[in-house]
């Protein structure tokens, strides 16, 4: 059983900042790949960023994320994180926490899912 659970979201200010964690077990984290995937009002599920190595050493992300999100891990708190940073009104979105066994279907189509959470950009 993949249990994610998501924490952190909220209501902020344009060009704000927010990090969402996503609390896992140990098992969960030594045996998939990780990442962040939202939900804008209206809009189809979209990918968000990823750590395509367990290690956590590689990520990547998705162009509209560039240079303002960063994905990270801390394997001692089985804690995901995801660093926002340079908050848009385009970013509001529930936000989900998602793991995979397969670490392409972590960016293309994950297998579990947290309950998602929101976040809010005011303009």
């Known amino acids: 059983q993949v249990q994610l659970v998501e924490s952190g979201g909220g209501l902020v200010e344009a060009g704000g900042s927010l990090r969402l964690s996503c609390l896992g077990s140990?098992?969960?984290?030594?045996?998939?790949?990780m990442g962040w995937w939202r939900q804008a009002p209206g809009k189809e599920r979209e990918f968000v960023a990823a750590l395509l190595r367990r290690s956590g050493s590689s990520a990547t992300y998705a162009d509209s994320v560039k240079e303002r999100f960063t994905i990270s891990k801390d394997n001692a708190k089985n804690t995901l994180y995801l660093q926002m940073n340079s908050l848009k009104p385009a970013d509001t979105a529930v936000y989900y926490c998602v793991v995979d066994p397969n670490l392409h279907g972590v960016v293309t189509n994950p297998g579990y899912w947290g309950q998602g959470i929101q976040v809010t950009v005011s303009s």
């Open positions: 140990e098992r969960t984290f030594s045996s998939y790949a």
